[in-house]
C-alpha cells in the first residue's frame, strides 16, 4: 500500500538553528513529491517539490528537500530557522496511478526566539 | 487573483440535513480534489475529479458526493451528514493531476 509516513509529531528549534522536519514514503514508481504549509486558520500553501533531476530541491521562505531514493526519504530543511516558521507542515506523495495524493498526519514545528 | 475559494467557511448543522460545500476555481485547472482534515491523521482524499464530468474516489469517499459539471465548480455533498463529518475540509485545483495543488481556506463543519 502507498504511504507517507513523517514520524516526528512535534519538532522544536531555536531561533537561527538549522531545522529539519522528516518524510519517508512508500510508493511504486517513481514518486511525485511534495511539501506544504499550513499556518493557523489558513489553507495549505506549496512549498516545493521533486519530480526529477537534481535530488536537492528548493523553494519557497528558504526551504529546501532532499530526495533520497535508497532511504525512500524526503526531508524538509532549512539552515536557519525562524520563529515565523512555526507552523504544521505536511509531506505528500502523488501514487503512481497520478491521480490520488496521498498526504502524511502532519510535524508540527515550534520555533523559540 | 488567483483563488480557490469555499463556501461556507464554518458550519453547524445536525444528524441528516443534507448541506452542499461549494467550491470554486478561477485558473482554469483541469483537476480538482476535497479533503478533508483531522487531528492526527493529516489530509485524507474524499473526492477528486480529472476534468469536467470525470470523477473518482479518494480514500474516504463513504458519506459523500460530487459532481463536476462546470470546469471551475467541484461542489462536495453531504446527503445525510452524521457526527463523524465533523472535520475541517478543504478544497484544492491544480492544473493538471500529480501538480502542485492550490487549497481554499477550508470549511469548519460541526455535525450535531
Known amino acids: 500500500a502507498q504511504s507517507v509516513a513523517q514520524p516526528e509529531d512535534q519538532v522544536n528549534v531555536a531561533e537561527g538553528n538549522p531545522l529539519t522536519v522528516k518524510c519517508t514514503y512508500s510508493?511504486?514508481?517513481?514518486?511525485?513529491l511534495f511539501w506544504y504549509v499550513q499556518y493557523p486558520n489558513r489553507g495549505l500553501q506549496f512549498l516545493l517539490k521533486?519530480?526529477?533531476?537534481?535530488?536537492l530541491v528548493k523553494g519557497s521562505y528558504g526551504f529546501e528537500a532532499e530526495f533520497n531514493k535508497s532511504q525512500t526519504s524526503f526531508h524538509l530543511k532549512k539552515p536557519s530557522a525562524l520563529v515565523s516558521d512555526s507552523a504544521l507542515y505536511f509531506c505528500?506523495?502523488?501514487?503512481?496511478?497520478?491521480?490520488?495524493?496521498?498526504f502524511g498526519a502532519g510535524t508540527r514545528l515550534f520555533v523559540k526566539a | 487573483e488567483a483563488q480557490v475559494t469555499q463556501n461556507p467557511r464554518y458550519l453547524i448543522t445536525v444528524t441528516g440535513k443534507k448541506l452542499t460545500v461549494t467550491c470554486s476555481q478561477n485558473m482554469n485547472h483541469e483537476y480538482m480534489s476535497w479533503y478533508r482534515q483531522d487531528p492526527g491523521l493529516g489530509l485524507r482524499q474524499i473526492y477528486y475529479s480529472m476534468n469536467v464530468e470525470v470523477t473518482d474516489k479518494g480514500d474516504v469517499p463513504e458519506g459523500y458526493k460530487v459532481s463536476r459539471k462546470e470546469k471551475r465548480n467541484f461542489p462536495l455533498i453531504l446527503e445525510s451528514p452524521s457526527p463523524n463529518q465533523t472535520s475541517l475540509y478543504f478544497c484544492?485545483?491544480?492544473?493538471?493531476?500529480?501538480?502542485?495543488?492550490?487549497f481554499g481556506p477550508g470549511t469548519r463543519l460541526t455535525v450535531l
Open positions: 505528500a506523495v502523488s501514487d503512481t496511478g497520478g491521480f490520488k495524493t496521498i
Open positions: 510508493v511504486s514508481g517513481n514518486p511525485y
Open positions: 521533486y519530480i526529477t533531476g537534481d535530488n
Open positions: 484544492a485545483s491544480s492544473l493538471i493531476s500529480r501538480d502542485t495543488q492550490y
